[in-house]
């Protein structure tokens, strides 16, 4: 029996395989039905037992972005957990006389296993990550049991652990710290103390997801793609991984603008082509051939609010917006807190070892705060007094091709809020938009002016990337 009896046997695993690709979906990664039947007939020649064969097999087929592979990674073991249940292990932990965990002889034993290269393929090592989160890891909740990867790992250290395991792979005792100083053996010994940290975490999932179930675990464990991080909200390592979302966004969305100029701009009639073309209807100019559109680039003007609450924010956007600087024919950038001041040289790549965009944005944006005269005031956002320096200032910079952007969340600290200079400002230039970090319902509650502004100007919610990217690419003009 082949045909009807394998079926039964495989249906439960592909439903189960279609349930795993709705929670991607659900999640923001893109997988589409063809990438969905990949995946299938990958799993027909796959060893199901070998969960590293089948990690790889399914992310072939169903990742198209390698910055979702993170989540992907903890999705795959919640829906694939590596067996049910306790794990048992041949080498038990040592134990203190009194029958408590010895853990200074624990993390030593750890260490030596971690500098066997063949531990991890026979099983033993992650056997061992099961009883330290079972010894170490387990407390007793409102709920029962539970576990916690933060209290497995602090109590084996991997800190400490770093300085055993580079002592043991340098063939000593993991207590002699002397051995294995080098750094080759040092940066070798931090990335096994990252594979423990890495498995002690998904061992923790893996039994919280067993109590609580997977999908109220994935709220937590499954990290936020880096096109959906919060901008106001993200720590250095989520903004690290923003910073590897511009170049392609910028890739991308520089082929849609150029698309749309070109598609928004029809050339001269070319007139010895229509008349060519017309010899096939009887001279009868039918159609029209133009010739090739030479669009124009615009001016873009930037103003952005680099003020501690949404520099994270700005920092992000004028990489984007730099990154795209092909797309203009100039492209100027004015920073503020409560004073105004242009920084585009800052910015310059062509400037050798200044940061640049893309490049070190970071040491730029260092830079510009701590030489630009953007701070005269008391150091809180002031808008009013920004937009009444640039009226003074650079008005000249505004021309009627050009374009205004404007970044902040509009938080003005109760100031005057000098709506008609801004209009001025929005009636000198062709297109004007402000993009605001905050979620729409915020604004216009306590110092925020976002809703009075927002009737001069158009004014869009921008919290993460992925509204960043599709609020550009719908609005910078071509």
């Known amino acids: 029996m082949t045909g009807p009896a394998q079926a039964v046997q495989t249906a439960p695993f592909v439903a189960h395989l279609t349930d795993f690709v709705d929670e991607m979906r659900r999640r923001g990664m893109v997988v589409g039905p063809s990438a969905l039947i990949d995946a299938a007939r990958a799993v027909e020649v796959l060893d199901l037992l070998d969960r590293t064969s089948l990690r790889e097999g399914l992310a072939t087929t169903l990742l198209d972005d390698h910055l979702h592979r993170p989540a992907f990674d903890r999705l795959f073991d919640l829906w694939f957990p590596a067996a049910p249940g306790a794990r048992t292990a041949d080498d038990e932990l040592p134990r203190t006389d009194d029958g408590e965990i010895d853990v200074p002889a624990a993390r030593d034993m750890l260490a030596q296993m971690l500098a066997d290269p063949t531990a991890e393929a026979d099983g033993r090592l992650g056997a061992m990550v099961a009883q330290i989160v079972e010894e170490l890891g387990r407390y007793d909740s409102a709920r029962g049991q539970a576990y916690s990867a933060y209290q497995a790992l602090s109590a084996i250290d991997p800190q400490t652990l770093i300085a055993r395991i580079a002592a043991a792979m340098a063939g000593g005792d993991p207590t002699d710290l002397g051995a294995g100083t080098d750094p080759v053996t040092r940066r070798a010994a931090r990335e096994k103390a990252n594979q423990v940290r890495a498995a002690v975490e998904r061992e923790t999932q893996r039994r919280m997801a067993e109590r609580n179930g997977r999908e109220r675990v994935g709220e ?256 910078l003009p071509v």
């Open 220 to 475: 937590y464990a499954v990290p936020t793609l880096p096109e959906h991080i919060n901008f106001l909200s993200a720590g250095a390592k989520q903004q690290a991984e923003l910073r590897r979302t511009i170049d392609p966004l910028a890739r991308l969305l520089a082929s849609r603008l150029e698309v749309r100029r070109r598609r928004a701009h029809r050339g001269a009639v070319d007139v010895r082509q229509t008349l060519r073309a017309s010899m096939s209807t009887g001279g009868v100019p039918i159609e029209l051939k133009h010739r090739k559109p030479r669009p124009g680039r615009p001016e873009l003007i930037v103003i952005c609010d680099v003020s501690g609450s949404v520099a994270g924010f700005s920092q992000f956007t004028l990489n984007l917006v730099y990154a795209l600087r092909q797309q203009f024919s100039k492209v100027r950038v004015f920073a503020f807190v409560d004073t105004v001041d242009e920084v585009t040289e800052m910015f310059d790549p062509s400037t050798g070892d200044k940061a640049g965009f893309g490049v070190d944005a970071k040491a730029a944006m260092h830079e510009m705060i701590t030489t630009a005269r953007i701070v005269t005031r008391d150091g809180h956002s002031d808008y009013s007094h920004m937009l009444r320096g640039f009226v003074e200032n650079y008005a000249d910079s505004l021309t009627h091709r050009g374009a205004l952007l404007i970044l902040g969340d509009a938080r003005n600290n109760y100031h005057d809020p000098n709506v008609e200079i801004l209009r001025d400002l929005v009636e000198r230039v062709r297109h004007s938009y402000w993009l605001n970090p905050e979620a729409g319902r915020d604004w216009g509650t306590g110092d925020s002016a976002a809703d009075v502004y927002g009737e001069v100007i158009d004014m869009f919610e921008c919290r993460n990337a992925q509204q960043l990217g599709k609020v550009i690419a719908d609005l």
